[in-house]
């Protein structure tokens, strides 16, 4: 079939020009040695100013890590990694603490500049113009282009800027960078970090738990509705290193927060890894709803570099009535393998899982979700939709367990896969867990290409085929897309457009 | 690889590793088989799986494995009136063939023993993977069984019984059975015995040849004191069908692998099973399918219903290769859950690696629906029988399906038997 050649021919094609994002800054860095061991982590620490509880928390934590093995389970394949060859702290050189913007590194200010994230507040709060390049060049659409956005900004190693911050202390919520908060309100980070996701969690958790370096920190105390969305924006951008970020998330008795994460990386031939840990607390009536647009360097059309995206998130519902949404656009990274979940801990509390994995190329995804059922009347949903083109595999993994307690616990789970071309696999490996009489799960999953009727119709409509194909894609992804906040569908749905570009025909 | 110390060997382990060492001077093989059973000896060796290795996660075998009975060579046990009347029975009593079979027109029987003292089936003696812990059980003791080969185009009038009775001890059991291009049959594999500690082995190992039409019956009705490791092998081939029925229906601990490859375009496969459990049991259906060349069907539909303590487990993964293109696989696995003290957990999976098929699975766990149970109520029926109905047509719903008759009704007889029992 000429069509089927031709999808092959174009998946081939596909070339490194695609990932826009895959520029190299040079900036002054400030570098720990190589390497990682008690000595590193006194560093990292000392440097961020740390108070001991801190440095001792990650101390046990290394402890912990040495003891461990790396898990091989995932249907993932890599070389193994060196934890010794990566550089674990790695910061731009400025003046200590910029109290400004006006005193950040301005080659760092046009990397974010060229990225299209808006750092400066007034640009946005007139909203009048889209921010160019300061070397004339257009900047391409970008998902942070719009709206007020406070914007948390991780360069490598440590957060480089946070706006909005004012404006947003005004309403009692705070927003800073995570080694800000260990400084400025320890009480509020000894209280809730780790305490979702323990040092002792899992293998790429305790390594994180020991080297983390920067993240953010939200507060959203008792009854705010935070007047704006949150967004964390990292880049990685230095040579071997590896980013291990921290996000804190705590939204007090019947607080509101929606929180975007965005993330890009240069064009490397090395593999560089990206191991964060992401907390959410709700309590009592509080909402949290986390949607991340991931797009880190995927690697080259041969497979060649890339990020490895080996991440930890997970939200404890600890309230009653308490919700946390994760929605995920999953295009970037060599590999992807993480899981966001939610702990449906109090009475009446909720979780949400939307997902769409796009692979195309070499990319290998393991994700998915858990859903643990502990409250009484909880309820879950989870709408996994996952595109392989390419050489890539896609899987979905996911459990949804209702515990001995958790009576009337309630899931639905549905994944589908979309397989484009013939060198691609899609998985689906979902876990069911029933220890509750009264729990009622339904989990329905399909498997399928483009149907040649849908493509019909559509073209027969005097719509050519690649846009076609665009079109059903993005009706297959339509469910999940509707969750975004509005800043980031667009963009999402272009995102797409462009992992695909090329893989269909 | 593993560059840990071996954990210390639990009593079973221990136990099963002595008894080879008794029995292998009893054990018949000629040198190929014998070299076989040493290697299956040492994946044993090794540990019996835990939930670490991913086939076993609900299932593991090294702690709720507590005990090994012994080999109990004067236990009596008598064949079974078969489940289907008029079949021709082939039984195996405490793990061994008997000498005075059946004539079936178009049927050669032969005793495993005896393939096993000329060696012709120790090519089908390999496990199927590292994790295949059953089959390297079987192959380490396997002692007899049956040979069955239906010549190509034979149509049995009857159908063929195979019984696996013990009476208590171990058992090691293998089934083979080559079903001739173009022939038709029906068989049913019992599985019982008395009420004694057993460990029972089983394996079976089916050829559908080109256009044969299969009907192949589980029943499994062990009791509560048996561990029943269990497994089912096939092939399908060219524009043949397999219709697999699984009821199981008693053992303490009990491991049902369904293994199955089609090998020729147009074969088609189905799978339906029955997990009736109650009391203090644990239950696993394991089935793993490989769509292997285009052009191949498969549909699944797993009911299971848990009372009392008992644990249940359905792992279901179809494997849809590279070239198995216009594959169509449906999987559907519902439980309902009766007891607080219950529990299910499924895992259906679907790895596909061919872009033009059609596949699906759907999985639920649920209580009895209100609604129903308010309907039949609503017109007068107690709550207990207006449960019991809504349960027994939750299962007896996919008896129906095999359309045979006489197959309907014996095995909703076996339903009732259940029912009747454990209701």
Redesign the interface.
């Known amino acids: 079939m000429p069509a089927v050649q031709e999808t092959i021919d174009r998946v081939r094609k596909i070339d490194v020009d695609q990932y826009k994002y895959g520029f190299q800054t040079e900036i002054e860095m400030d570098k720990a040695p190589k390497g990682l061991s008690e000595d590193i982590i006194r560093f990292i620490s000392a440097k961020k100013d740390e108070p001991d509880w801190m440095l001792e928390w990650r101390l046990g934590a290394y402890r912990r890590w040495l003891t461990l093995e790396e898990p091989t389970?995932a249907r993932v394949h890599f070389p193994k990694i060196d934890f010794q060859d990566i550089y674990y702290y790695a910061a731009p050189k400025s003046t200590p603490g910029p109290k400004s913007l006006s005193e950040v590194d301005p080659e760092l200010l046009k990397v974010y500049e060229k990225l299209g994230i808006p750092l400066k507040e007034q640009e946005i709060l007139a909203g009048v113009q889209k921010p160019t390049a300061a070397d004339g060049e257009e900047i391409g659409d970008n998902v942070y282009k719009s709206g007020r956005v406070a914007v948390d900004a991780v360069f490598d190693s440590v957060s480089v800027v946070t706006t909005f911050k004012e404006e947003l202390a005004k309403a009692g919520v705070i927003f800073c960078s995570i080694s800000e908060a260990i400084r400025e309100h320890p009480e509020l980070v000894q209280k809730y970090l780790g305490s979702v996701v323990p040092t002792s969690d899992n293998f790429y958790a305790t390594l994180n738990s020991a080297v983390f370096t920067d993240g953010s920190f939200v507060f959203v105390p008792k009854g705010v509705r935070c007047p704006m969305e949150l967004s964390t924006y990292f880049r990685i951008n230095e040579k071997n290193t590896g980013q291990f970020e921290r996000t804190l998330i705590i939204a007090e008795e019947g607080a509101y927060v929606s929180y975007l994460e965005g993330c890009t990386a240069p064009q490397r031939d090395e593999n560089q890894l990206h191991a964060a840990v992401v907390e959410l607390v709700a309590l009592d009536d509080a909402e949290i709803k986390y949607s991340t647009v991931q797009n880190w360097y995927p690697g080259d059309a041969e497979g060649k570099g890339g990020i490895y995206n080996f991440v930890t998130k997970r939200g404890d519902c600890r309230g009653d009535r308490s919700k946390i949404s994760w929605t995920q656009v999953e295009t970037g990274s060599a590999i992807t393998w993480k899981y966001p979940s939610c702990i449906l801990r109090g009475d009446d509390s909720s979780g949400e899982f939307y997902s769409i994995a796009v692979s195309n190329g070499y990319q290998q995804v393991d994700s998915g979700t858990k859903m643990i059922h502990l409250g009484k009347n909880t309820s879950s949903r989870i709408i996994s939709k996952g595109i392989a083109a390419g050489f890539s595999q896609n899987t979905y993994r996911g459990q949804v367990s209702a515990h001995?307690k958790a009576t009337n616990a309630r899931n639905f789970t549905n994944c589908d896969?979309l397989?484009?071309?013939?060198?691609?696999?899609?998985?689906?490996?979902?876990?069911?867990?029933?220890?509750?009489?009264?729990?009622?799960?339904?989990?329905?999953?399909?498997?399928?290409?483009i149907s040649e009727d849908q493509k019909f119709y559509v073209m027969q409509r005097g719509i050519p085929e690649e846009e076609a194909i665009a079109l059903i894609v993005n009706g297959f992804v339509k469910d999940v897309i509707q969750q975004l906040p509005m800043e980031f569908a667009v963009e999402a749905q272009k995102l797409i457009g462009i992992s695909l570009e090329g893989s269909v025909g | 690889m593993n560059m840990h110390a071996q954990p210390q060997r639990t009593l079973a382990e221990t136990a099963l590793i002595d008894a080879f060492g008794e029995r292998l001077s009893q054990l018949p093989g000629d040198g190929a088989v014998m070299v076989k059973r040493d290697d299956a000896i040492e994946a044993i060796k090794h540990g019996l799986p835990t939930r670490r290795v991913?086939s076993w996660?609900y299932t593991d075998l090294r702690r709720l494995l507590t005990s090994v009975p012994a080999f109990e060579a004067g236990a009596v046990v008598k064949a079974l009136a078969p489940v289907l009347e008029g079949s021709a029975v082939l039984p195996v009593l405490n793990g061994i063939s008997q000498t005075k079979l059946p004539e079936i027109e178009g049927v050669t029987v032969q005793r495993l023993s005896e393939k096993l003292t000329d060696g012709s089936v120790a090519p089908g003696l390999d496990p199927y993977g590292d994790d295949d812990a059953i089959g390297a059980l079987n192959t380490a003791f396997v002692a007899d069984g049956y040979f069955v080969d239906i010549a190509d185009g034979t149509e049995l009038e009857k159908p063929i019984e195979l019984q696996n009775l013990q009476a208590g001890g171990q058992s090691h059991v293998r089934l083979l059975a080559r079903v001739g291009a173009g022939a038709k049959a029906i068989v049913v594999e019992r599985q019982a015995g008395e009420r004694d500690e057993a460990l029972v082995s089983s394996v079976s190992q089916l050829v559908v040849g080109d256009g044969a039409q299969v009907t192949w019956l589980i029943v499994q009705e062990q009791p509560e004191t048996a561990t029943h490791l269990a497994q089912f092998k096939a092939h399908i081939g060219k524009d043949a069908k397999l219709t697999l029925f699984v009821m199981n229906a008693g053992g303490r601990l009990v491991r049902q692998e369904v293994v199955v490859r089609t090998t020729g375009e147009g074969a088609d496969f189905k799978l339906r099973g029955i997990n009736l459990l109650a009391g203090d049991t644990h239950t696993d259906t394991t089935m793993v399918l490989d769509h292997a060349v285009p052009h191949t069907t498969s549909t699944e539909v797993i009911r299971n219903v848990v009372t009392g303590k008992a644990r249940g487990v359905f792992q279901g993964r179809i494997n849809v290769h590279?070239y198995a293109?216009k594959t169509n696989a449906k999987m559907a696995c519902n439980?309902l859950?009766?007891?607080?003290d219950?529990?299910?957990?499924?895992?259906?999976?679907?790895?596909?690696?061919?872009?033009?098929?059609?596949?699906?699975?759907?999985?639920?766990?649920?209580?009895i629906d209100h609604n129903h149970l308010f309907y039949l109520m609503a017109r007068g029926i107690d709550e207990k029988s207006a449960r019991g109905l809504l349960v027994k047509a939750f299962v007896a719903e996919v008896i129906e399906e095999l359309e045979d008759e006489a197959l309907v009704e014996a095995l909703e007889e076996r339903l009732d038997g259940w029912f009747s029992t454990h209701g």
């Open positions: 389970w001995r896969s397989l484009i071309g013939d060198q691609c696999g899609a998985h689906t490996v979902p876990y069911m867990e029933a220890k509750n009489a009264t729990a009622k799960f339904e989990h329905e999953a399909t498997t399928s290409k | 991913e996660h590279q293109q439980t859950l009766l007891s607080d219950g529990e299910f957990s499924t895992k259906p999976e679907l790895e596909i690696f061919a872009d033009d098929v059609v596949c699906g699975h759907g999985a639920t766990v649920t209580e």
